[in-house]
Every structure is written in C-alpha cells, then in structure tokens.
Nanobody
Framework: QVQLVESGGGLVQAGGSLRLSCAAS????????MGWFRQAPGKEREFVAA????????DYADSVKDRFTISRDNAKNTVYLQMNSLKPEDTGVYYC???????????WGQGTQVTVSS
C-alpha cells in the first residue's frame, strides 16, 4: 500500500516557476514508477511526467518538455516536479501517482492546485 501527499501548488504569474513535491509512505517506494498528472477545469486528467525507480528513465508530455523536470529522492520517499516557464494553460489540479512498472497507475494523491495567471 502506498499513500501519496502532494504539496507546493499555488498561484504564479506566467513565466514563473513552482516546485511540487509528493511524499509517499511505504517501505517499497523505490520500486514504484512515479508520475504526475493534471486536470484542468472541464477537461480530462492528462499525463504530465513519470520516472522509473532509479530516476534515470523519465518521460514527459510534449506540452511540458524542456519546461518541467521530474525527479525523485528514494531516501526521502519523495518525488518532485520542477515547473519552469509556466503558462496559463498549465493551470489545473496536479496529482501524484504511483504504479508497479508495466501495470496501471494504482495509487493517487489528493491533488494540489496550480494556477498560472496571464
């Protein structure tokens, strides 16, 4: 069982930066692929970024490549999402998620709101 708690959301102007954190419980955190998703008002939840247990293998949505960076600290059971050059279209609730590699996303956090003003 894994429990996830996000933090770091807030209101920022376009062009600014935020860093989201996701603290995970569970002794086997390092075995999970960790990811970030987001959901804008009136839209479906969409994939943002993910990283494998080692942190060396990452994947990004095209819309955030070269602006967002996912990283993890297995010693702290925490995954981060550094968001730079934020745009109004990045606004939404950001969710942390975890899964066993190759399986469906199984665990979800409660979400943290990110609002980017123009």
């Amino acid at each position: 069982q894994v429990q996830l708690v996000e933090s770091g959301g807030g209101l920022v102007q376009a062009g600014g930066s935020l860093r989201l954190s996701c603290a995970a419980s569970g002794r086997t955190f390092s075995r999970y692929t960790m990811g970030w998703f987001r959901q804008a008002p009136g839209k479906e939840r969409e994939f943002v970024a993910a990283c494998r247990w080692s942190g060396g293998s990452t994947d990004y949505a095209d819309s955030v490549k070269d602006r967002f960076t996912i990283s993890r600290d297995n010693a702290k059971n925490t995954v981060y999402l550094q968001m730079n050059s934020l745009k109004p279209e990045d606004t939404g609730v950001y969710y942390c998620a975890a899964r066993v590699p190759a399986l469906a996303w199984q665990y979800w956090g409660q979400g943290t709101q990110v609002t980017v003003s123009s």
